[in-house]
T-cell receptor
Framework: NAGVTQTPKFRILKIGQSMTLQCTQDMNHNYMYWYRQDPGMGLKLIYYSVGAGITDKGEVPNGYNVSRSTTEDFPLRLELAAPSQTSVYFC?????????????FGDGTRLSIL | GDSVTQMEGPVTLSEEAFLTINCTYTATGYPSLFWYVQYPGEGLQLLLKATKADDKGSNKGFEATYRKETTSFHLEKGSVQVSDSAVYFCALSDPGGSYIPTFGRGTSLIVHP
């Protein structure tokens, strides 16, 4: 049982480049989330999804896009990488809030923009 | 809206010391409460949870009791080990609120031998 899988684990980008961070889960969770974590800081929500075809902005969506074509996958797209996007990115999934179940997190993607 | 406040770190302890990390919350409904742990270089993982008032969650020697009257969910451990060094996050999930779980800022714990 893999849980939440993120790829790649590490990436270095040049300013202005684009990339997609992949996230897939095998727990049939409807809810999925993208967070960023800056050094020594907590989590900031970028985007979330409550089911296939439905996405919404979180706290810090600027510079990012997402899609949710299947229950399993929730990729995060950076179109024009900027140094301020250097961070660790975590994908998470869960059952609905009323289920009393926790979020499941991936191991993160460590992204540096130079 | 919902919010979680946890004590600022870092918390620095010697091995075998008693640990308390404070967490208080505000919520519109009847939330479930969670403690997550993040070891260096890893993602967050569930440490323990409690789903209703007076429930006690426990795991790996850590405990936390859901106190509705004080809106608190403090994390405790009687004797910490060096391997407990990590960042601890308090969080809530409120079925009467938004779809989005609410996290505290995290508290770094450093345990010295």
């Amino acid at each position: 049982n893999a849980g939440v899988t993120q790829t790649p684990k590490f990436r270095i980008l040049k300013i202005g480049q684009s990339m997609t961070l992949q996230c897939t889960q095998d727990m049939n969770h409807n809810y999925m989330y993208w967070y960023r974590q800056d050094p020594g800081m907590g989590l900031k929500l970028i985007y979330y999804s409550v089911g296939a075809g439905i996405t919404d902005k979180g706290e810090v969506p600027n510079g990012y896009n997402v899609s949710r074509s299947t229950t399993e996958d929730f990729p995060l797209r950076l179109e024009l990488a900027a140094p301020s996007q250097t961070s660790v990115y975590f994908c998470a999934s869960s059952r609905p809030p009323g289920s009393n179940q926790p979020q499941h997190f991936g191991d993160g993607t460590r992204l540096s923009i130079l | 809206g919902d919010s979680v406040t946890q004590m600022e770190g870092p918390v620095t302890l010697s091995e075998e010391a008693f640990l308390t990390i404070n967490c208080t919350y505000t919520a519109t409904g009847y939330p479930s409460l969670f403690w997550y742990v993040q070891y260096p270089g890893e993602g967050l993982q569930l440490l323990l949870k409690a789903t209703k008032a007076d429930d006690k969650g426990s795991n790996k020697g850590f405990e936390a009791t859901y106190r509705k009257e004080t809106t608190s969910f403090h994390l405790e451990k009687g004797s910490v080990q060096v391997s407990d060094s990590a960042v601890y996050f308090c969080a809530l999930s409120d079925p009467g609120g938004s779809y989005i779980p609410t996290f505290g800022r995290g508290t770094s714990l450093i345990v010295h031998p």
